[in-house]
């Protein structure tokens, strides 16, 4: 504990001094859109993340583009968009996983030190992600959008029984995924006799007899295939989760989900899966044992989830002018 605590403050002090360097900023501000666009990015190829840049008229914001298109970067790659609707129909058709527009008096706003202030509307992926964001910064307005990725779309459930309660365990078997609390659940479950099968997708030390492991992973295009014989996919992570795909996914296919109350996409599950109290084994072992028959579950498109964003952005947009009109 003494270890995380010490590192979590270290963390915190070289975070601090960073945020004075505008580029290190800017790809803070950007690295959200990015992180939910890594997801499909990964499976679809080992290419870079797109990023649209709209700097405005800005001399300083132009500047700061530039840098960014000419600097070499591993992970991202950047290209300039005159204006918005340029930036928002490269995200629509695909050119661009996510745009970025840069803020009125960015680098006034920098000098001042009030970098949390070019921030006009935070959009939280969950209610999970809102909270932990609001601990460090106090945006003039805010709104919780679930996300989604262009990968995800409802899929007819078909369901293969195998006599066996099949748990599907998607995320890499480690302590902060809630590994633990998953394998002492199983361990329980199958010491008090019950028919189960947990399927786990990366590596596990000294794998039980009622497990199934698939060390290497598994590609997206299985997706389909691993859920058909799925009774149910859990998700008991420790550490907090903004969101979590393989939730998405799982819906997407029919299939309910256990989520533990510090996975962010409890928000979207209804009453189609349980969430549990993150660490609990006993929550975990009741929830896998009860069954649900049926997920009836609304999944949002790529185009939905874009236009909810946009319709953010240019709404505050509109009040703003508007308050300022009305001042002046």
């Known amino acids: 504990m003494r270890k995380l605590a010490w590192w979590f403050c270290m963390f915190g002090m070289t975070l601090r001094r960073a945020l004075y360097r505008p580029v290190f900023l800017l790809f803070l501000l950007i690295f959200p859109l990015g992180m939910g666009a890594l997801h499909q990015v990964e499976k679809r190829d080992s290419g870079r993340i797109a990023v649209a840049l709209c700097p405005g008229t800005d001399a300083w914001n132009q500047a700061l583009a530039e840098r960014l298109e000419s600097e070499e970067s591993r992970s991202f790659f950047f290209y300039p968009c005159g204006t918005e609707e340029e930036a928002k129909e490269a995200v629509m058709t695909g050119r661009a996983e996510c745009a970025y527009l840069f803020p009125e008096r960015l680098k006034e706003r920098l000098d001042e030190g009030r970098y949390t202030r070019a921030v006009r509307v935070l959009v939280s992926p969950s209610t999970v992600a809102e909270k932990i964001y609001r601990r460090y910064m106090t945006p003039k307005d805010s709104d919780v959008i679930s996300i989604t990725h262009q990968g995800v779309s ?175």
């Open 154 to 328: 409802s899929h007819q459930r078909i369901h293969m029984e195998t006599g066996k309660r099949v748990i599907l365990c998607l995320a890499p078997a480690k302590p902060f995924k809630g590994w633990d609390i998953l394998k002492t659940a199983c361990d329980q479950l199958w010491a008090e006799g019950k028919n189960i099968e947990l399927r786990v997708y990366s590596p596990v030390q000294n794998p039980k007899s009622y497990m199934r492991v698939k060390e290497e992973g598994y590609l997206y295009a299985e997706l389909g295939q691993i859920m058909e014989e799925a009774d149910v996919l859990v998700a008991p992570s420790i550490w907090y989760e903004t969101f979590g795909f393989t939730v998405l996914e799982a819906l997407s296919y029919g299939v309910p989900v256990i989520v533990s109350n510090h996975v962010g996409a409890k928000d979207i599950i209804a009453q189609n899966g349980i969430v549990v109290r993150a660490g609990n084994v006993e929550d975990l072992k009741k929830a896998i044992m009860t069954t649900i028959l049926t997920v009836n579950v609304d999944v949002k498109d790529w185009k939905t989830f874009l236009n909810e964003n946009y319709e953010i952005y240019t709404s505050r947009r509109r009040k703003e002018n508007e308050t300022a009109r009305i001042s002046n």
